[in-house]
């Protein structure tokens, strides 16, 4: 079962533009993560956040989490062709051992 | 990073029969796998959970007969579509955590597509 919902579905964006997205979850959890999947392949592990920390940087991502909301945002700052992709959260629910995944954002960045 | 290995990435297979895919982590023990089913433009559906030594525990709505999963070691995890039908088709992952970990990164292998006629 999906924890929540990633918005947008889709976005279409220049090369050199920020990327946002955004992810909301429903349950209390003890990290929140970001994964890459293009096409056709597996996912790769972007980045983990854990529940007492509100901001991580690794590179070019930056991802925010709010606890209160029930919220993460992923910003992938100057973009490039090559990230074109579909990016997931994914959620460790407390308690819990599996990893539930949104519903995912499709990137198309133009070059 | 760890890896982990998935195999086949293709098959075509006819209607009724068996198809295993396996899923094999390759540089560490994973005590824990997961396996998804995948639709297109869709996110990771989890199918079940795979333990090493012990049966798999299944999600709602996966019928346990259909999808048997088999973690016969630390290392290995295979999943069998049985007495597969076209509506089985689908792009199947498998993931893995590192043993004595509970929560935390996912090392996913490649991925599997299954196509049965």
């Known amino acids: 079962s999906q924890q929540g919902e990633e918005d947008p579905q889709a976005l279409s964006i220049q090369e050199g533009e920020n990327a946002t997205m955004n992810c909301s979850y429903k349950t209390s959890i003890n990290n929140l993560q970001w994964y890459r999947q293009n096409s056709g392949r597996g996912l790769v592990h972007l980045i983990l956040i854990r529940s007492n920390e509100r901001e991580k940087h690794s590179g070019r991502l930056r991802v925010t989490l709010d606890t209160s909301k029930k919220s993460s945002s992923l910003l992938i700052t100057a973009s490039r062709a090559a990230d074109t992709a579909s990016y997931f959260c994914a959620t460790d629910a407390t308690g819990g051992f599996k990893t539930i995944f949104g519903a995912g954002t499709r990137l198309f960045v133009k070059a | 990073g760890a890896v982990v290995s998935q195999h086949p990435s293709r098959v075509i297979c006819k209607s009724g029969t068996s198809v295993k895919i396996e899923c094999r982590s390759l540089?560490?023990?994973?005590?824990?796998m997961f396996w998804y089913r995948q639709f297109p433009k869709q996110s990771l559906m989890l199918m079940a959970t795979?333990?090493?030594?012990?049966?798999?525990?299944?999600e709602q709505g996966v019928e346990k007969d259909k999808f048997l999963i088999n973690h016969a070691s630390l290392t290995l995890s295979t999943l069998t579509v049985t007495s597969a039908h076209p509506e089985d088709s689908s792009f199947y992952i498998c993931s893995a955590r590192r043993q004595g970990t509970n929560t935390g990164e996912l090392f996913f292998g490649e991925g599997s597509r299954l196509t049965v006629l």
């Open positions: 795979s333990n090493e030594g012990s049966k798999a525990t299944y």
């Open positions: 540089d560490f023990q994973a005590t824990t």
